[in-house]
């Protein structure tokens, strides 16, 4: 079992920046997949971008590519999501899960889940 912290949300104005953190402790596999999701209010939990602890590649959903960066430092076992150019509609509570199978597209394909930060963008 992996436990995730998520920490890093906030409010900031339309246009800004922030940078969540998750940092994953216990059973943690060098080919894990990180990812993040994110649940704007009244909406359903949605995609936002993963990757593995063991190469760099990255996949985003399109409503963030260009905007949004995943990385991870393993050294700190520590996956982050920057979040730049940041627009009312990025509104949400994010997510940080870690999951063994080969992609991470879907909420179904993770084991592990955090308990969210809020990230509010005023306009």
């Known amino acids: 079992q992996v436990q995730l912290v998520e920490s890093g949300g906030g409010l900031v104005q339309a246009g800004g920046s922030l940078r969540l953190s998750c940092v994953a402790s216990?059973?943690?596999?060098?080919?894990?997949?990180m990812g993040w999701f994110r649940q704007p209010p009244g909406k359903e939990r949605e995609f936002v971008a993963f990757t593995r602890w063991s190469d760099d590649r990255t996949y985003y959903a399109d409503s963030v590519k260009g905007r949004l960066t995943i990385n991870t430092d393993n050294g700190k076992n520590t996956v982050y999501l920057q979040m730049n150019s940041l627009k009312p509609e990025d509104t949400a509570v994010y997510y940080c899960?870690?999951?063994?199978?080969?992609?991470?597209?879907?909420?179904?394909?993770?084991?592990?889940w955090g308990q969210g930060t809020q990230v509010t963008v005023s306009s």
């Open positions: 216990g059973r943690t596999f060098i080919d894990n997949v």
């Open positions: 899960a870690s999951g063994r199978r080969r992609t991470g597209y879907y909420q179904s394909e993770y084991d592990s």
